[in-house]
Nanobody, 116 residues
């Protein structure tokens, strides 16, 4: 059983920074892709950023230039460094792991609120 545990959410003022972390445990194969999604109230869950086992990263347009995703394969962790945060970044952020067989796992989510 794969488990993803997120941490690092919270309340931050506009223009501030926040770092999310996710630790994966259990048995899962490589290569895989780890990513961050978010879901705002009454909106669909959307991809924010993802990174492959070899470090190839992709970002949503809204995240480019402000967010940086990274991973540590030895520790099975993925992080999302968010800066220049805007109120529209407010959402529940979910960690995701996708393996080469199409198996998909989600964390429980962590709330990020950007407000003055």
């Amino acid at each position: 059983q794969v488990r993803l545990l997120e941490s690092g959410g919270g309340l931050v003022q506009p223009g501030g920074s926040l770092r999310l972390s996710c630790a994966a445990s259990g048995s899962f194969s490589s290569p895989n892709i780890m990513g961050w999604y978010r879901q705002a109230p009454e909106k669909k869950r959307e991809l924010v950023a993802a990174i492959s086992t070899v470090g190839s990263a992709s970002y949503a347009e809204s995240a480019k230039g402000r967010f940086t995703i990274s991973r540590d394969n030895a520790k099975n962790t993925v992080s999302l460094q968010m800066s220049s945060l805007k109120p529209e970044d407010t959402a529940v952020y979910y960690c995701n792991l996708l393996n080469a067989y199409g198996d998909n796992w989600w964390g429980q989510g962590t709330q990020v609120t950007v407000s003055s």
